[in-house]
């Protein structure tokens, strides 16, 4: 795909070898996400960084990687902040923001209100997660984990193996990966998770029509010895009351005595965060934060150089952003 001026609304927009661009492009922001150098390649663009829902990463890594890039970034958090609480339509509200930004950030509630605001926009727009329907960045930046991950441990991509455990109904990173997944071959997804809760069918259509292995289970013992499981919490905000969320939390609970009982030695252990860590979920134990096949942090930090590369690409800076670049004048631990 011309990644220049382009939206990245959705995964299946992206084919394989735009994928290897991102992941490309990103390694190269290395230096700057660890402030080894700086660069000021978007010296002078504005980001509109509109988040209508709850968010620490997205918001910030988005807003931290234009900044990384010497951009400016404008904010606006939630409806009753913005005139969208006066009526104002998604059309109007990107006619105007897209007057001030050159390149926008949006999560909203509601499954395609992203790629409604961006049918509006006069400048590129990413979805930050629009209600369960996707998390684009969110997909890439775990894909880029994996293959680090699988990498480090002397394993390949294709044959992988992952477990995907939790809200698997509502979760739109799971969404989003699963049709990442498709890029690869010979993938065993298995899909743990509520009966209530399950993976729609048609995104398990979806990786069996490319020749995946896709097994359904309820059960996380002895579903778990994978290269992979990618916990995830249960999506509150997307049930009817807190009462019907209660029903599932704290169903599936890794901590290390199961991670020792049924994983592989060195199985990743992955979430998109947070990780609900109040007694009645607790999906993650904290028992496992010495462990070092826990990718959670470090799947953290790789959502600022994913989009970095994002922007770098979107924007068509690729090429400034060493040539624009200088030595770091401030002292950072390592
Ligand atoms: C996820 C989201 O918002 O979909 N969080 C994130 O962006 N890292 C997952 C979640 O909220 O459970």
Known sequence: MDFKGSHILSIEQFERADIE????????????????????V???????????????RTRVSFGSAFNLLGGAVRETTGFESSAIAKGESLYD???VLSGYSDVICMRHPQAGSVAEFAAASRVPVMNGGDGPNEHPTQALLDLYTIRKEVASKGRSMDELRIAMIGD???GRTVHSLCKLLKVYNNVTVTLISPRELQMPEELVEGLREVGHQVVV???LEGSINSDIVYST?????RFGSKEEADLYRGKFRLNQQIYTKYCEPNTVIMHPLPRDSRAEANELDNDLNENPNLAIFRQADNGVLVRMALFALVLDVVD???????????YRPE
């Open 93 to 95: 509200t990107a006619r």
């Open 320 to 330: 400034g952003v060493d040539k624009y670049s200088s030595d770091v004048n401030w």
């Open 168 to 170: 698997l109904k509502y």
């Open 21 to 40: 661009r991102i992941f490309e492009v990103a390694d190269r922001m290395e230096p700057y996400a660890l402030r080894k150098r700086i660069t000021r």
């Open 42 to 56: 978007l010296d002078g663009a504005i980001l509109g960084n509109m988040f209508f829902e709850p968010s620490t």
């Open 217 to 219: 289970t309820d059960q």
């Open 233 to 237: 919490r249960i999506q509150e905000e």
